[in-house]
C-alpha cells in the first residue's frame, strides 16, 4: 500500500534538510579566491566582488587560494544599423564563471549570464557573476 503524499514529503524535506546541513556551505565566507586572467575581465570580477560586499578575500597568488575562479566573457558593441536605426548604442554582453575548490577540484559555484542591450558592458555581467555567488553564499543550508 502506499504512503500518503504528505508523509513522503515530510520525510525527503527532512532528509534533505540533513544533507544540507552536513555538506556546510561549498564556499565559506573569509575563503581566499585567485582569480585566473580573462583578458582583462578579471578587473571586473575583483571589482564586483567587492562592490557587491562578496565574502570572499581576492589574493594574487595562486599558492595562498583556496578556491580558483575562472571563466570567460564576451563583448559585442552595436552594430551601425542598430546605432542608426534603433539609435541604440548599448552592448550585448556575456559571461560565464566557475569557482573550483582547488584542494578536491570540486566545482564549488558556475554560472553564466547573457545581458542584452547593456550600458555598462563587463561592468554589468561581472556584477551579476558576484551578485549571484554571494546569494549562494548566504543560503541557508
Known amino acids: ?5 504528505p508523509t513522503i514529503v515530510a520525510v525527503l524535506l527532512a532528509a534533505s534538510t540533513l ?13 581566499k579566491v585567485y582569480i585566473e586572467p580573462m583578458d582583462g575581465f578579471e578587473a571586473y570580477l575583483a571589482a564586483a566582488l567587492q562592490k557587491k560586499q562578496v565574502p570572499v ?3 594574487a597568488d595562486k599558492a ?11 563583448h559585442q558593441k552595436a552594430g551601425w544599423a542598430k546605432t542608426i536605426f ?6 550585448n554582453d556575456e559571461a560565464s564563471i566557475t569557482v573550483t575548490n582547488i584542494k578536491t577540484s570540486e566545482i564549488a ?4 549570464v547573457d545581458k542584452k542591450s547593456t550600458l555598462h558592458g563587463q561592468q554589468t ?13 548566504e543560503e541557508k543550508h
Open 57 to 59: 578575500v581576492v589574493v
Open 109 to 112: 559555484f558556475a554560472y553564466a
Open 1 to 5: 500500500m502506499l504512503k500518503p503524499l
Open 19 to 31: 544533507l544540507a546541513q552536513s555538506t556546510g556551505p561549498k564556499i565559506p565566507s573569509g575563503a
Open 125 to 137: 555581467v561581472a556584477e551579476a557573476c558576484a551578485k549571484h555567488l554571494k546569494h549562494m553564499m
Open 64 to 74: 595562498a587560494a583556496d578556491f580558483d575562479m575562472s571563466g570567460t566573457s564576451g
Open 86 to 91: 534603433l539609435g541604440d548604442v548599448h552592448s
